[in-house]
């Protein structure tokens, strides 16, 4: 059971067939477990580790993968430090408050649902090194989708207020970005990015 970081009622129970549903508020009384959401619980000795809101951004809403400010940020593509999990999601634009932090996810069409990478994080407990994989999008589809989403075409004074570092924006893959561009058959997002990047000297 211990396996488990970021759990469900369905997880336990299939562990251990035919729990009672009560059994979960009982843990949580003691402090064996701590909720997340409804639904949603962490055992009490990860409750500190690092990586773990990674893995609650992943969980919680299904199916997401963590993308736009927070890995910009993370990218070092915009300067600003991001304490919200923002995430994309196939599932309608939800934001839920949590004692573990903040969490944003912003709905996109299936066939945008891509770009992310699997990646490894530890969460590290005395004596012992638990790995997990988080769904991240590449840097190019975390720009991409925060520009998509901004509906509208994009002033200069806009795009310079975004603080965006033209140096880390040349080290995309142009090529990749603009396949996103082409799946999303947007004329605005398309016209935003090229003068997104032609500001920093790149189109």
């Known amino acids: 059971m211990l396996s488990f ?25 003691k402090g064996y477990i701590i909720p997340v959401i409804r639904g949603y619980y962490v055992f009490n000795e990860f409750k500190e580790t690092e990586n773990l809101g990674l893995l609650i951004s992943n969980r919680i809403y299904e ?7 927070y890995v910009l940020s993370m990218e070092s593509i915009i300067p600003e430090a991001v304490y919200t999990f923002t995430a994309i ?15 944003s996810y912003r709905n996109i069409k299936n066939e945008l649902f891509l770009g992310y990478d699997l990646r490894k994080i530890k969460i590290n407990l005395p004596g012992r090194v638990l790995e997990r994989f988080v769904k991240v999008a590449k840097p190019e ?19 310079i ?5 033209g140096s880390m924006i040349k080290k995309m893959k142009q090529e990749l970005l603009f396949s996103y561009v082409s799946l999303s058959k947007k004329k605005t997002v398309e016209l935003n990015i090229k003068k997104i990047l032609k500001l920093h000297d790149i189109y």
């Open 5 to 29: 970081v970021v759990f469900s009622y369905e997880d336990i129970n299939g562990v251990f067939r035919h729990i009672d549903r009560r059994r979960l508020f009982e843990w949580s009384q």
């Open 63 to 69: 199916p997401s993968y963590l993308s736009l400010e």
């Open 89 to 103: 999601s196939t599932k309608k634009t939800s934001v839920f408050n949590t004692s573990f932090g903040n969490y």
């Open 141 to 159: 589809k975390a720009f991409f989708d925060f520009v998509y989403l901004k509906k509208k075409p994009l002033s200069e004074k806009e795009i």
């Open 161 to 165: 207020e975004y603080r965006f570092d």
